[in-house]
């Protein structure tokens, strides 16, 4: 049974900044709170002010011994004003600073803008396809902000985390939404799931290969183990105990199968478990042993 205690927690989404994705933070108690709500909440250095962008809902069991920080409290109407307006501001900033960097004829596309709450510190973050000198627009940006101005330049896949947008299945762009990191995607994936290479699909919003095609790829990996390779001999079963010798023209990973050519030019398709190859059987599924009588020794 659950521990009197924890039947109040609750786990609500909250993001410090707009184009940071919403992070989990514990509510105590019957603090009732609505999606764009501004609330105050733990941080490593103190408290801070974040929108609350995913509705509380139960600590899930396989997570109460989880450390989570907490929800101090809902902000006053005062700071609310202010965390909206600092965001105001940073947009605007976007806007002035990409007029400044086309004014100096910079290759570049200004992504975001960060400026904390009392520091004289702006953070630039910029793209570009090759290498920029902007000392010039660090001394223009200075001037119009007055602060100090620190530039970073981010890749695609992290300008398009911060752009944020729908992707071809409908749904919000997994980097924007969910995902907390970027791993590797290679051709090598798309392959093993029999894409075509020359397909545009393949790419997502930011041009190169798709996310999402890590999230099968070790599912099709181990269903193709089970498959013979492309023009491996083998033998099908045609039924009355006979069978007829060709090779592998091609796989069906999903439907495990294979086509099969023969000899006389035709070509079927053969389920796994009508087919061997090599001189052996096809990875089958070991049979439960079966009970010894009972009051015979087991082993």
């Not at 139960?58 to 989570?68: A, G, M, Q, S, T």
Request: proline share 6%; with cysteine.
């Amino acid at each position: 049974m659950s521990d009197p205690e924890t039947m109040n927690e609750y786990l609500v989404g909250v993001r410090l900044r707009a184009p940071a994705p919403a992070d989990d933070y514990k509510v105590v108690g019957d603090l009732v709170l609505h999606v764009g709500d501004v609330v105050s909440v733990e941080t490593q250095g103190g408290t801070a002010l974040g929108e609350v962008r995913r509705p509380r809902r139960p600590v899930p069991e396989f997570r109460r011994d989880r450390l989570y920080r907490r929800v101090v409290g809902l902000a006053s109407e005062e700071d609310a004003r202010e965390y909206r307006g600092q965001r105001h501001r940073e947009e605007a900033a976007i806007v002035t600073s990409g007029k400044l960097a086309r004014s100096r004829g910079l290759a570049m596309k200004v992504v975001d803008v960060e400026m904390p709450t009392g520091q004289r510190r702006v953070t630039v973050y910029f793209s570009s396809e090759e290498r920029v000198d902007f000392r010039d627009l660090v001394r223009d940006l200075a001037r119009e902000f007055r602060a100090r101005i620190e530039m970073r330049q981010i890749g695609a896949r992290d300008t398009t985390r911060v752009l944020d947008g729908i992707g071809p299945c409908g749904r919000q762009l997994c980097c924007s939404s969910h995902l907390r990191k970027f791993e590797p995607i290679s051709v090598k994936m798309a392959k093993a799931q029999d894409m075509p290479l020359t397909d545009s699909r393949l790419l997502g919003n930011c041009g190169r290969l798709k996310c999402c095609l890590l999230y099968e790829f070790s599912t099709y990996q181990e269903l193709r183990s089970y498959l013979p390779r492309v023009n491996t001999p083998c033998q099908a079963e045609c039924g009355g105990g006979g069978c007829m010798t060709g090779k592998v023209r091609s796989l069906r990973v999903l439907k495990q199968s294979v086509v099969v050519g023969f000899p006389d030019g035709t070509e079927a398709e053969v389920p796994l478990s009508q087919l061997t190859w090599e001189g052996r059987d096809h990875v089958r599924p070991a049979e439960p042993e079966s009970a010894p009588p009972e009051g015979e020794p087991r082993g």
